[in-house]
């Protein structure tokens, strides 16, 4: 299979990479001129191209006419993940994003364990853990990682901005078949899971996610860890959605 890199540098049958996926291709893979790899330029296109020179710091292409990424689901699902402790997010972001999430938004919350810690440095990590499974999994588009919000409310904030939001509670709530099996479920393009870290919810928590408009959720009688939870949620979502298929 041909190796996968993303730039924006596509125009009039040409490309050209920079930076350090420039230097992996033709110092690490060791590219030669005429060699294909794939290009996808961050919005779900893709492009077989053959390298046709080298720079200091670049590769150039010629590329074929673009095609639509068949690795990009038909839905658009953002990930807020109440915030584990232990380096547990960084396994999160890298199965979601292999599961074909959209974007993924920590969150701190009531019964949180772990504490805000140097998160901009942190990002930048969570950010190339991202890049590097949208490339292992031949994804179209380069999910995003974002700063944790710092508390509950600022999660039902963001509510608004979906079509369906799904409020995953240990407590339980309706199933999530049923949910896809009747409107708004079957419609929605927009879609936000929410799911909590090692503490769980507060009970003011799951009335403030109902009051703001999500669909509280359970998953059935066993209590999933917080790293499980994303992963199980993430698979029915897309298996209901028709796209694990």
């Not at 990009?72 to 890298?94: H, M, N, Q």
């Not at 799904?166 to 709530?173: I, K, Q």
Request: include cysteine; proline fraction near 5%.
């Amino acid at each position: 299979m041909p190796h996968r890199y993303f730039t924006t540098e596509i125009s009039d049958g040409t490309a050209v990479l920079r930076g350090a996926d420039a230097h992996h291709l033709s110092r690490v893979m060791r590219g030669k001129l005429g060699d294909t790899v794939i290009l996808c330029d961050g919005s779900a296109v893709e492009y077989t191209a053959t390298i046709t020179g080298f720079g200091d710091e670049t590769v150039e292409f010629s590329v074929e006419p673009g095609y639509p990424s068949a690795a990009e689901p038909s839905v658009e699902v953002t990930l807020f993940a109440g915030y584990p402790k232990l380096g547990k997010l960084e396994d999160t972001i890298r199965h979601s994003v292999e599961l074909g999430v959209t974007n993924v938004v920590p969150f701190f919350s009531r019964y949180c364990v772990a504490a805000p810690k140097k998160e901009e440095a942190k990002n930048e990590r969570y950010c190339r853990v991202a890049v590097e499974a949208a490339k292992q999994c031949g994804r179209g588009i380069l999910p995003t990682v974002e700063l944790p919000l710092p508390d509950f409310n600022a999660v039902c904030d963001r509510f608004k901005d979906y079509d369906l939001v799904l409020f995953f509670y240990e407590c339980g709530g309706v199933s999530l078949r049923e949910v896809f099996n009747k409107e708004p479920g079957n419609r929605a393009k927009r879609i936000a899971v929410v799911t909590g870290s090692e503490g769980g919810f507060a009970a003011e928590e799951a009335a403030l996610a109902a009051e703001c408009g999500a669909v509280t959720v359970g998953l059935g009688p066993r209590i999933l860890r917080c790293e499980t939870a994303p992963l199980a949620v993430l698979s029915a979502v897309m298996t209901l959605t028709g796209n694990l298929e």
